[in-house]
């Protein structure tokens, strides 16, 4: 019997949703492999049936972390699925500021007291709410990525995730480091995977894949030590997926 698969979108634009459904001729394999019974943006049925369930998007107010209670209450193995289930993303840039002046800014005088959907707090990553099994990181996911995961997951396979720093993506691919430019760039502490990107097209790595789980190795220093910066400077620059820095798996 097939594995059946949902997805379930929180505080996210949907984009990641979109890199599956622009999986193009990759689609067509897993759905040879898993039947998909929720998928929101790609169909009308839903089934609360389900083994593997994937989350995209943060957790921004109570009522969705009941829901995301019930989803993993059901599931067998959960995964958070691009930057904003995985460590917060975008959305958590409010929890730099008060929740009071957020809420101001964006509803200005509207009557949102006593109101569910608008009784927010500060942005949660999923594994802050229950446990992740695993992670597919990025602002969107990459899409070859995410077919090799679901087709490890449905072989009972552990998912190969890197945990090494971006430079070396962009090393192998001869770009030219953007700190030689003037630009800055986080690639040093952040996880590869997604082939360096934005270096590629001279372009300084946000760091939306997350940190390394150390990223305090001789190579990431040497690095940062080149440009005249430490890594508490690189740090301090992780800021537009910042929320939560690092996670574990
Ligand atoms: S990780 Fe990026 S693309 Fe994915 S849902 Fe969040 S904001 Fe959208
Ligand atoms: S710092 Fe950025 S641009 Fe420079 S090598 Fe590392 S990933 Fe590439
Ligand atoms: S280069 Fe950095 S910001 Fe760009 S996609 Fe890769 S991890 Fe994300």
């Keep these: 019997m097939k594995p059946r698969v949902a997805f379930f979108d929180f ?15 990759a689609v067509i394999d ?3 492999i898993v039947d998909v019974v929720s998928f929101r943006e790609a169909m009308k049925e839903h089934s609360n049936d389900y083994d593997i369930a994937f989350i995209e998007g943060s957790i921004a107010r109570p009522m969705d972390e009941k829901r995301l209670k019930e989803i993993r209450g059901q599931a067998r ?109 986080l690639g040093p502490v952040t996880r590869a995977g997604c082939g360096a990107i934005c270096p590629t097209n001279k372009s300084g790595c946000e760091g939306c894949r997350g940190l390394l789980d150390d990223p305090n190795t001789n190579a990431e220093l ?15 620059r992780f800021k537009m997926f910042c929320y939560k820095r690092g996670v574990s798996k």
């Design 11 to 25: 505080a996210s634009c949907e984009g990641c949703q979109l890199q599956v459904v622009n999986l193009e001729e």
């Design 77 to 185: 193995i959960l995964v958070a699925f691009g930057a904003c289930a995985c460590i917060g993303g975008i959305n958590a840039l409010r929890n730099q500021f008060p929740m009071n002046s957020v809420k101001k800014r964006v509803y200005g005088d509207a009557d949102i007291e006593n109101n569910p959907y608008f009784e927010a707090f500060p942005t949660k990553a999923v594994d802050e709410v229950v446990k992740v099994d695993y992670y597919i990181r990025g602002c969107p996911v990459d899409r070859d990525e995410l077919a090799k995961v679901i087709t490890s997951l449905v072989l009972g396979k552990k998912p190969e995730i890197s945990n090494y720093p971006l430079c070396v993506e962009c090393k192998k691919k001869e770009n030219v480091c953007v700190f030689e430019e003037g630009e800055f760039c």
């Design 222 to 236: 040497e690095v940062l030590r080149k440009y005249g910066l430490t890594l508490e400077n690189a740090l301090s």
């Design 30 to 32: 897993l759905v040879g």
